[in-house]
């Protein structure tokens, strides 16, 4: 069992950056891959980054390749999400989540409860 929270989230303007963490209990974290997905109003929950157990693999969107960064440190059980040049449509409640291996699905096994981010214009 994992439980998984969200950090990180607020306002910036269009161009900024904000940095999620997303905290995991348990002492297996370092043997999950961990993936952000987003959900914005209205709109279907889409992925946006992954990483590997490892963290020797990383996988993007393509929407925001070249923008936002994935990384772990499993000895804190911490997984984060770098997020630089915001733009409007990034805006969305972005979630963590957990399952054996990295992929850009929603099949994950575990969830977090999400984190509102909102980039201004």
């Known amino acids: 069992q994992v439980q998984l929270v969200e950090s990180g989230g607020g306002l910036v303007q269009a161009g900024g950056s904000l940095r999620l963490s997303c905290a995991a209990s348990g002492r297996t974290f370092s043997s999950y891959a961990m993936g952000w997905f987003r959900q914005a109003p209205g709109k279907e929950r889409e992925f946006v980054a992954a990483?590997?157990?490892?963290?020797?693999?990383?996988y993007y969107a393509d929407s925001v390749k070249g923008r936002f960064t994935i990384s772990r440190d499993n000895a804190k059980n911490t997984v984060y999400l770098q997020m630089n040049k915001m733009k409007p449509e990034d805006t969305a409640v972005y979630y963590c989540?957990?399952?054996?291996?990295?992929?850009?699905?929603?099949?994950?096994?575990?969830w977090g409860q999400g984190t509102q981010v909102t980039v201004s214009s």
């Open positions: 989540a957990a399952d054996a291996v990295a992929g850009t699905g929603l099949g994950y096994d575990y």
């Open positions: 990483i590997s157990w490892s963290g020797g693999l990383t």
